[in-house]
């Protein structure tokens, strides 16, 4: 049985950092494209940031390009994000998936509050 958990989440003050994790069991999606996205309850879940299979190429929504740095360890199967200088604005609940296809095997998701 595939099991995906993102955690890291949390409330943190504008100008802060967090990081995120993603590990995922039950499957090995180190051949798979990893990526990060974010749904808050204004919008519809939207794209964050995504990393190849290899690590070596990586793509970024423009509202978190320079801020957000996303990496993969395959030995753990997980997948991170690394958020700085975070705004209220990116206050949602956080998902990682893998790009199965489709992307797919997603997480429950972590709450990211960033107060004013």
């Known amino acids: 049985q595939v099991r995906v958990v993102e955690s890291g989440g949390g409330l943190v003050q504008a100008g802060g950092s967090l990081r995120l994790s993603c590990a995922a069991s039950?499957?090995?999606?180190?051949?798979?494209?990893r990526g990060w996205f974010r749904q808050s309850p204004e919008k519809e879940r939207e794209f964050v940031a995504a990393i190849s299979w290899d690590g070596d190429s990586t793509y970024y929504a423009d509202s978190v390009k320079g801020r957000f740095t996303i990496s993969r360890d395959n030995a753990k199967n997980t997948v991170y994000l690394q958020m700085n200088n975070l705004k209220p604005e990116d206050t949602a609940v956080y998902f990682c998936a893998a790009e199965i296809g489709d992307w797919g095997a997603w997480g429950p998701g972590t709450q990211v509050t960033v107060s004013s």
């Open positions: 039950g499957r090995n999606f180190s051949s798979y494209a």
